[in-house]
């Protein structure tokens, strides 16, 4: 599988990601059917599914005037380009996932096209699932492509070079004045582990498991995806023996 960088895109964050078990880089595990269509999921690894993210162009979309074809922003995935228009993050119980579409040529495809997002709303619900934008005209790579098939990827473990220990440390402990850890895991015992050699941080309060995180080095920052409860970890070592405890913070509104 080759996945290149994409093109203008924004940063994203990882952060509230489940990660699905991953044995090979990439594989289809799902195909659904709506309206005649076939939905295909495929399983990426984080770093791969990343960049499927960062391919977001709804809003780009969103700005479209009159029938003048949007630029995309776009990713190469499997030998195809692709766009995608939405992301869901995942949370503690579900996985991250992309509704992402393969961009064909405009001269090579043989399905009926659509020019504005307004023209694909009058078939909602009608002969195509509402959000199906397969069938609409954008650019692209600089020419014009149709939004073909669409695929929803699935995140899974990273495949990257563990993160050090040290540094994930480091990267908790300044993300503790933030979000949920500032208001939920105050007096949360913080306890280190290893899954499949990566960092894991687990996080408890009053014997009940609040979250278990891993964190991973991506091209432009440190990220972390939600592990579930019951995944087998292995004990990390720290130079302290001793559980942590979360760092106390004045009161303040957390950023989610």
């Not at 599914?49 to 162009?57: G, K, N, P, Q, R």
């Not at 030998?79 to 119980?93: Q, R, S």
């Not at 650019?139 to 492509?145: P, S």
């Not at 409860?229 to 957390?254: F, T, Y």
Request: hydrophobic fraction near 40%.
């Amino acid at each position: 599988m080759q996945t290149t960088q994409c093109h203008s895109t924004p940063q994203l964050n990882m952060a509230g990601a489940c990660i699905a078990a991953v044995d090979d880089e990439a594989k289809v595990v799902e195909t659904v059917v709506n309206f005649g269509k076939v939905k295909a999921r495929q399983l990426l690894t984080a770093q791969a599914w990343e960049l499927l993210a960062s391919a977001y162009s709804a809003d780009i979309l969103c700005e479209q005037k009159g029938d003048e074809p949007v630029s995309v922003r776009y990713t190469q995935h499997g030998g195809y380009l692709y766009t995608t228009m939405a992301c869901t993050y995942g949370g503690l119980l579900s996985t991250c996932t992309t509704n992402s579409y393969r961009l064909i040529p405009l001269a090579m495809y043989m399905g009926k096209t659509y020019q504005s997002h307004t023209e694909l709303r009058d078939e909602y619900d009608v002969s195509r699932e509402r959000g199906n934008q397969s069938g609409l005209v954008v650019k692209a790579a600089g020419q014009l492509m149709v939004m073909a098939e669409r695929v929803t990827f699935v995140c899974g473990m990273p495949t990257t070079t563990p993160l050090e220990l040290r540094k994930a440390v480091e990267f908790n402990t300044s993300e503790s004045r933030y979000g949920w850890r500032a208001i939920f895991a105050k007096e949360a015992e913080i306890t280190w582990w290893t899954y499949q050699g990566h960092p894991v941080v687990r996080y408890r309060l009053n014997d009940e498991e609040i979250r278990t995180f891993l964190f991973w080095q991506s091209p432009e920052q440190i990220k972390h995806i939600n592990l579930p409860a019951d995944v087998d970890l292995i004990p990390a070592v720290l130079a302290q023996e001793e559980p942590q405890k979360a760092v106390k913070q004045p009161e303040q509104i957390g950023l989610f």
